[in-house]
């Protein structure tokens, strides 16, 4: 669990530490008159100070004292990856479960194409993929490719680090020519015509609507990932922006000072470039309003590491003889792009209480440092006295009244220039859908198994079981129980591609109450999809206590019919998931298992479990014979279980599917860990098709 101080002065050495105050757990909730900030206390050292109560800051707002309604310190440990010790990678989960507060850090990785150019898009995406390697197994992070087109090369929040590899590979550059290198072009395109009243020194960049647009839709990309995680609380949200900064000079709105040509072409703003920097420093503005509101911090990474102008030089070409622009007024337009660029990139972070990393080629340094800011800081919340609605910003300053320590918060924030309005009441389970990260409360376990389906499609098994404790607690003899579950199959681009909603209306007699509580409820249901990658969500709400709850889990839904042999996922069923109340949903499943799919992965050495599977034999012109193989074996790679059976090409039906059913008795393991593989393999060679679940007996 991350730690957390009791809010009080520093006790004297003698004395015992005081208890812990609770740490606030992750919620969503949008309230415009509650403002949290995070800061982070640093000593000489630059070391993070931890032992400080609520009584050691100052929180003022436009220089009014504010009370601090909310403290806390924040302090998240870096959880690795837990794997059986004969592998070198982890089972992948084949369960979600909100059970577990969520104790991690929250990131989202912008990837801005429009400001890298495509020769640098290696590179962008070697340190993106070397800054996924330092989240931890309890981080979330999701991606968002800022570029024009399709929105399907987006992640959601995840915790599986081969998803956010996956999306950082589909980045491509989509900067713009340098600007001082077009109006070179175009000055030299433009030599010897002066006869034609044509002035070299009035060259211009034809690209200068493209580069404006791109930059506003890099902001307008900031601003909406703001606003998207506006409702978050309790945890520092941080949006890492790999990007070599706007290309637009924005130190000029006012253009020419006399006729239309600028003082130096390859520098200065033109009348049309200076009306484009006005709109561009609206849409920056409004990000920051949007950022400071969300309290959402920004963290700056210049892939290029050291830049210089000579790289973009390097690409010049040399001035006629004669011609009045020089090369030397080209590089200085080279220099004054590079030196906006990298001042864009700092205040993006200096503004919203993130950090810069750029001119250095230290990122493994700089990444540790940004883990470090968004694993331990201080949570302070306040409602101002007096709501405003006036649309100006208010500075919010963070002291500490120890002397010697440094204090990084954010500047301040921009209030809302209407009042927003009335909250209209609606679902639960809708508002815990459309929120950007899964809340607990209503534990919740969920595992997913895809077939395949009809035609092209896939059908998708979900298996849902819901905390029957906290829907029995506090029940003085009420008659029924109500739980509302809802699901949607998202993919990339947002886009819903299959849902449903189910009411479970329970008649609880009182001597069935204990069983609801000790084994919960259980719902089985089924959709179907095309083959893709889609983001599967979960809320489930609880009428009587009013408890709510949420899962999102990343489904990867394979085409069966691209392999030569394929493998369903695993379904797995237990003596003992009898027990637990179904509300059975899935004509589907039904003759396919002895009992009811379960998504429990801790089973006492009692119970027998049952494992179902489908082959897919795209082969079925040539005869052959396919091995099925079903191993367990312990956290050190011992096999304690192994079953074969064969399956002859002949048998293929109309489906072109193979049935795998066998059960495993536990009675003879020890209590641990153990995975559970089933092989099929071709004898007419190529690669395996395999699946596995990890489970633990006690």
């Known amino acids: 669990m991350p730690a957390a101080r009791q809010a009080s002065p520093p006790a004297p050495a003698q004395q015992a530490s005081p208890a812990p105050p609770p740490v606030p757990q992750l919620t969503f909730r949008i309230e415009t008159n509650y403002i949290e900030v995070d800061a982070v206390v640093t000593d000489a050292q630059g070391k993070f100070v931890r032992n400080l109560g609520r009584d050691d800051f100052e929180v003022l707002e436009d220089d009014r004292r504010q009370a601090v309604d909310l403290f806390a310190l924040v302090d998240i440990p870096l959880e690795r990856q837990d794997r059986p010790a004969y592998r070198a990678t982890p089972v992948a989960p084949d369960v979600a479960t909100n059970y577990k507060d969520f104790e991690g850090r929250i990131y989202v990785l912008l990837l801005d194409a429009n400001h890298v150019p495509a020769t640098d898009t290696f590179l962008t995406k070697k340190v993106a993929h070397e800054f996924i390697n330092y989240l931890g197994a309890n981080d979330l992070a999701a991606v968002v490719l800022a570029q024009t087109g399709s929105r399907d090369d987006n992640q959601e929040f995840t915790n599986s680090r081969a998803a956010l590899h996956a999306a950082v590979d589909k980045f491509v550059g989509e900067k713009v020519r340098s600007r001082a290198l077009n109006v070179q072009d175009a000055a030299v395109r433009s030599f010897g015509l002066e006869k034609l009243g044509i002035d070299v020194r009035n060259a211009k960049d034809p690209e200068t609507v493209e580069r404006a647009a791109k930059a ?399 082959i897919y034999d795209n082969d079925a012109a040539r005869p052959h014979t396919v091995d099925l193989t079903c191993t367990v074996r312990t956290d050190d790679g011992t096999q304690v279980f192994v079953t074969r059976e064969e399956r002859s090409s002949r048998d293929l039906g109309t489906g072109g599917s193979y049935t795998f059913l066998t059960k495993i008795p536990l009675q003879d393991l020890v209590p641990g860990r153990f995975v559970l593989s089933v092989e099929a393999k071709s004898r007419l060679g190529g690669d395996p098709a395999t699946r596995e679940i990890q489970f633990t007996t006690k």
């Open 216 to 614: 506003r839709a890099t902001l307008d990309s900031m601003m909406r990932l703001s606003n998207y995680m506006a409702g978050i609380r309790g945890r520092r949200k941080a949006v890492v922006l790999f990007s070599e900064g706007l290309d637009f000079n924005l130190d000029d709105i006012v253009g020419p000072r006399s006729r239309e040509t600028p003082q130096n072409p390859a520098a200065d703003n033109t009348t049309l470039e200076a009306m484009h920097a006005t709109a561009i420093l609206d849409g920056m503005q409004a990000m920051f309003e949007a950022a400071t509101r969300a309290n959402v911090a920004i963290y700056s990474i210049d892939p290029r590491g050291p830049a210089s102008e000579l790289d973009t030089m390097i690409q010049a070409t040399g001035m006629p003889e004669g011609a009045t622009l020089t090369v030397g007024e080209i590089s200085m337009g080279a220099r004054e792009e590079l030196r906006r660029q990298i001042g864009t990139l700092r205040t993006f972070s200096e503004v919203t209480g993130g950090l810069a990393l750029v001119g250095t080629n230290d990122f493994a340094g700089g990444f540790r440092r940004i883990v470090e800011d968004n694993s331990a800081y201080y949570v302070l919340g306040y409602h101002p006295p007096e709501i405003k609605h006036d649309g100006k910003f208010h500075n919010i300053t963070v002291r500490v009244k120890r002397s010697g320590l440094q204090v990084r918060a954010r500047r301040g924030y921009y209030a809302l220039k209407n009042a927003p309005p009335s909250a209209v009441a609606i679902d639960p389970t809708v508002t815990l859908l459309n929120s950007p990260m899964p809340v607990g409360g209503l534990g919740l376990r969920l595992t997913a198994s895809a077939l395949r389906g009809s035609g092209a499609n896939v059908r998708v098994l979900a298996t849902i079981e819901i905390d029957g404790s906290q829907i029995t607690a506090g029940r003085t003899g009420a008659p029924t129980a109500k739980v509302d579950v809802a699901f949607a199959a998202l993919d990339m681009s947002g886009n819903v591609k299959a849902s449903g909603r189910k009411s479970m209306d329970l008649a609880v007699r009182p001597e069935a109450t204990p069983q609801i509580a000790e084994r919960g409820l259980r719902l089985v249901t089924e959709f179907e999809i095309p083959p893709g990658h889609y983001q599967l969500r979960l809320a489930a709400h609880e009428s009587a206590n009013g408890q709510n709850g949420s899962i999102f889990w990343d489904l990867e839904i394979p085409d069966f019919s691209r392999s030569a042999l394929s493998m369903s996922q695993l379904l797995l069923s237990s003596a003992s998931a009898g027990r637990t109340p179904t509300s059975p949903d899935a004509p589907s499943l039904r003759g396919r298992l002895p009992g009811p799919p379960t998504a429990i992965r801790d089973f006492a050495l009692e119970d027998t479990l049952a494992v179902y599977a489908e």
